[in-house]
């Protein structure tokens, strides 16, 4: 069974970056499209960013091109790279193994000054 586990989240003010981490183990990483979501506070859990097996990326289209995902199979790692981030993007990051029920434990994300 794949298990997955979050890092990198925090506190960081207007503007600034964040580079979050998913590190899985078990099952096969790299036939899995996989994709990060994000719960804020209150809210429901909205999609952020998908990429496929053969990298194929569907971001959210609220990004306006702050976010990045990448993956790299043989370490069997997923990244999200967030840029310019502003206080809406608060929330509580997941990584995901679409089509399947496998989530990680979230990791979270505070934008304030």
């Known amino acids: 069974q794949v298990q997955l586990v979050e890092s990198g989240g925090g506190l960081v003010q207007p503007g600034g970056s964040l580079r979050l981490s998913c590190a899985a183990s078990g099952g096969t990483f790299s036939i899995y499209t996989m994709g990060w979501y994000r719960q804020p506070p209150g809210k429901q859990r909205e999609l952020v960013v998908s990429?496929?097996?053969?990298?194929?990326?569907t971001y959210a289209d609220s990004l306006e091109g702050r976010f990045t995902i990448f993956r790299n199979n043989g370490k069997r790692t997923l990244i999200l790279q967030m840029n310019n981030l502003k206080p809406e993007d608060t929330a509580v990051y997941y990584c995901?193994?679409?089509?399947?029920?496998?989530w990680g434990q979230g990791t979270q994300v505070t934008v304030s000054s």
């Open positions: 995901h193994v679409l089509g399947r029920d496998i």
């Open positions: 990429i496929t097996s053969e990298f194929r990326t």
